[in-house]
């Protein structure tokens, strides 16, 4: 059962944009707090960006100030505008539930390849 749809990832250059965005359902997207999550060759896959049922948000360091993550609730659907990119922003970028908030994660979708290039 695919639980989570992501799109909009690409190759973009240094200072570049890109919006990503993740489908889920109905369900899930009305109970949980909900993570962009990114995971580079070799490294775990780590929480970037969350945002609560009601818009509260929290993002890692690594990318506070250029990051900005939103959810539409009426489309069950979480964005993640991503400013100012870095090589080192170059992953897979995943959508799931947030697991700091939540205490849990569910099963994965396949993510959105962004790399970071000039």
């Known amino acids: 059962q695919v639980q989570f749809v992501e799109s909009g990832g690409g190759l973009v250059q240094p200072g570049g944009s890109l919006r990503l965005s993740c489908a889920a359902s109905?369900?899930?997207?009305?109970?949980?707090?909900m993570g962009w999550y990114r995971q580079a060759p070799g490294k775990q896959r780590d929480l970037v960006a969350g945002i609560t049922t009601r818009g509260s948000t929290n993002y890692a360091d690594s990318v506070k100030g250029r990051f900005t993550i939103s959810r539409d609730n009426a489309k069950n659907t979480v964005y993640l505008q991503m400013n100012s990119l870095k090589p080192e922003d170059t992953a897979v970028y995943y959508c799931?539930?947030?697991?700091?908030?939540?205490?849990?994660?569910?099963?994965w979708g396949q993510g959105t390849q962004v790399t970071v290039s000039s």
């Open positions: 799931n539930v947030d697991r700091l908030r939540s205490g849990i994660v569910l099963s």
């Open positions: 109905e369900r899930i997207f009305s109970i949980y707090a």
